[in-house]
Nanobody, 126 residues
Framework: QVQVVESGGGSVQAGGSLRLSCVAS????????MGWFRQAPGKQREGCAV????????YYADSVQGRFASSRDNNQNPVYLQMNTLKPEDTASYYC???????????????????WGPGTQVTVSS
């Protein structure tokens, strides 16, 4: 069974940093696309970043480019989302999602991800 679990959320002041972790288990190959998404109250869920477990290629949304960085300890797990210079508008529930495939085509399309973590809350105060 494929399972995705994220952790590392919390409350910080604007300008602070947090590092989220995500572990995906149950995949039989390293060709996995792992993405970070977030959803603020009253807003639709949106993509933040994605990393290919097989190739190491990463993508970032314009809203987090230069502030967030995705990394990993090995070719698969865990995957991290380092969030720096956090802003109040970054406040949201953050989700890790995984899908088969190394290319991560259409990475921000939520419907392509079959496996989702339960979410971790990030609150940034001013």
């Amino acid at each position: 069974q494929v399972q995705v679990v994220e952790s590392g959320g919390g409350s910080v002041q604007a300008g602070g940093s947090l590092r989220l972790s995500c572990v995906a288990s149950g995949f039989k190959s390293g060709r996995v696309c792992m993405g970070w998404f977030r959803q603020a109250p009253g807003k639709q869920r949106e993509g933040c970043a994605v990393a290919s477990a097989a190739t190491g290629v990463t993508y970032y949304a314009d809203s987090v480019q230069g502030r967030f960085a995705s990394s990993r300890d090995n070719n698969q797990n865990p995957v991290y989302l380092q969030m720096n210079t956090l802003k109040p508008e970054d406040t949201a529930s953050y989700y890790c999602a995984a899908r088969d495939g190394a290319a991560c085509n259409s990475w921000a399309d939520l419907t392509l991800y079959a496996y989702w973590g339960p979410g971790t809350q990030v609150t940034v105060s001013s």
